[in-house]
């Protein structure tokens, strides 16, 4: 894992959104991201 080779990636929901997001285009991920983080977000 030092070398970049692998991850680990703990539990089913964040292991589902990690294997979507390896097929899902960069501007899909990119708008997710924002609505995730954007102001307000800790609201909802």
Partial sequence: MLAGDG???SG??????SAIARIT???????????MTG???AQR
């Fill in 7 to 9: 991850d680990v990636v």
């Fill in 12 to 17: 089913h929901h964040n292991k589902l959104q």
């Fill in 25 to 35: 285009p960069f501007s899909m991920l990119a708008e997710a991201h924002r609505k």
């Fill in 39 to 41: 102001p307000g977000s």
